[in-house]
């Protein structure tokens, strides 16, 4: 449209564009918009709404194209065409957008363009600074050397902190921790910039702290303000100022006459608290030590040892005075001096000497205490203290000697003797003379114990718990009871035999044997476990001494069970080998009781553990067995399409390994009539002991009134009441209704059922009574429990149930 335009308007067409052009630029001059925002903003915050600032109708922004042009190479700014909203796009960092600039603010120049039709608009963005980076040093450890010499107030300049930030946000101060030797000096640069110095304020001392750690903090002016530090050590160099110092002013030492040159009679130790060369030390005679000294002796000049060079003599000087000096290599060299006098004594040359008069080398372990084992004199030829002499023992024993005369001495016994705890003993005497130094010699005595039978035989243990498996083989090795006996020769030669004890007639020799050399037990024969659980009996070992000497251990054998007995089937009785043949009615119930098979094993209580199991069943869904009280059930009503005659196959397996079983067959036929019913209820009994005679008594006899009361009280109410219903089968059943008119051809009615299932619950510890009932009434098993005071045997009850 321009280019159509200025064809048309030819003639005015160069004053036309250049007054477009003034006009454009005059008018983009007048419309810079500017905008002031902290740096670090985060994504997406607002900076201004650019339609409203600059007029623009914000529903024809997002018809036209909209541009803006950022004079840097990120694009940290745009604008939303739906608000015209200039916003962020990236956090800008101050530091990074200008990092030359040391003002507080740094500009962004921004075109806004709008095409349709063209408009520029010309947008500055302040970013000014926040406190956000915190002053560092270039380096986290600053070391610095200072003499220890230097004087107070002496300076020493440190790095300064650098802060990326500018203004009040930059480096302010410092801070040094606490120090009484040092402080700093903060001044400011033409720049603004603060330089700290470290600034003694006390003289130091490398002898009493050679470093001294420090932390310079650097804090810059921001709010809340920020911090760096840098780890500060000043190490204290050394001056000599410290001069060399003995242990002691003065050394007195003795030296015997004749000592052999090369023999260092003293090592002198000076110190000096400097270091390096200021601490090196010369020792040297001084003047004051005569000629004759210094050829009598020599000064090591590095170590400080004093060495013997020529021979002493006590008659020639007893007195030796040495001045020695320690010189230190500093630049201005510091010395000290000490006095060394040395006491030359006669020398004790001649050694003492020990004769033993007389010897019992052999004796017996109880040898009396007091009893005289040697006679021992002692001699010196020296005199005075040097030929004065003690005899001693080197050690403690058993012995003491008692000091006869001057030159005499018995050795006696101190204390009982154990030849078990020490065979022979060696005797080291000692003889010393009372010289300086003293001089020694030494002579041993070898006494030997001879064995006296005073130790009876131990076993290692009191108790012996042998498990021993049942069926083992006659002959077979239990174990070994071994004794020690500490005795010697035939005080030591042991002997085992069994200690006799009967058992029901039978003695224990004929059960066990024992070697009676090494101990080792035996089984003479085959045990049951079925017969015998366990055996108790003594088993002595005698030495062979005189007197001899003996002890005795308890033996605990106990027979340990195998699973070797097969489970027997009491019931359903039957002949060995035979099918039991029982009938039912048609119409029974589901859940009816149908059989009950017992089995009893007589291995121990683990292997004796019965469970049951179907092996053959003419119909899986018609019975069902427990596995653990081998009851069958009916799981259903019979059915017309049911077989009348099923056969069951039951097996009883115990619990041992391997486990044996037996098996039952059990052939059931089916019949239209009710068989006569029998309930049975299971009542347990305890057999008390007859201490327990009285409280029973008693407890029956209250029990007795009580139930007499009762029976009263219930006849005068049955008086007035209605005949009432018979009762339902009690909770306890465990055989089901049946008619009583096939009653005794049934399982239930069958007496050897009865006895077999009393054999079974009194291995359990109850008595089972079949009681029968007026007609038309139910017959009930019963068991006593133990603590009604029944005491029968299991014959009795036997005879009673029969009866």
Known sequence: MLCLLLELMKPARRWLLLFFVLWATWETALSVTRYSIPEEMERGSVVANLAADLGLDVSELAQREVKLDIFHNKKYLDVNKRTGELFIVEKMDRETLCPTKTTTTCFLKLDLIIESPLRIFNIELGITDINDNAPHFRRDRIELDVSESASPGEKFSLPNAFDPDVGANTVKTYKLSESEHFTVDIHSGSDGTKYVDLVLMKALDREEKAVHNLILTAIDGGVPARSGTANFIVRVQDTNDNAPQFDQAVYSLNISENSR????????????????????????????????????????????????????????MKIFEMFVEAKDNGPVPLSGQCRVTVYVKDMNDNYPEITIKSLKNTVEENIPVGSVIALVGVSDRDTEDNGKVNLIMNKSLPFILNKSSDYLYELLVSETLDREKVPEYEIMLVVTDEGNPALSDNETITVHLLDVNDNAPQFPQTFYTIPVMENNAPGASLSSLTAIDPDLNENQYLVYFIIEKEIVNTSMSMLFSINPENGNLYALKTFDYEMEKEFLFHIEARDSGVPPLSSNVTVHIIIMDQNDNTPLIVSPWRAHGSEVKEKIPRSTDKGTLIAKVIAIDSDSVHNSRITYQFLQNTDATLFSLDQYNGEIRTMRMFSYRDSRDQRLVVIAKDNGEPALSATVTIKLSTVETALKTYTEVPLEYDIFSDLNLYLVIGLGSVSFLLLITILVTIVLKCQKAKPSKAAPPCRNSVISERNSTIADSTLVSNDAYWYSLFLAETRKGKLVVRQPVPKGARYIVSSLPRSTGVTETSDSAASTLQQ
Do not use: H
């Open 261 to 316: 040159a090369g023999t260092v009679i003293i090592i002198l130790n000076a110190t000096d608290a400097d270091e390096g060369p200021n601490a090196d030390l010369t020792y040297l005679f001084t003047l004051y030590t005569s000629e004759k000294t210094q050829e009598m002796f020599s000064l090591n000049s590095n170590t400080g040892e004093i060495v013997v060079k020529g021979t002493i003599d006590y008659e020639d």
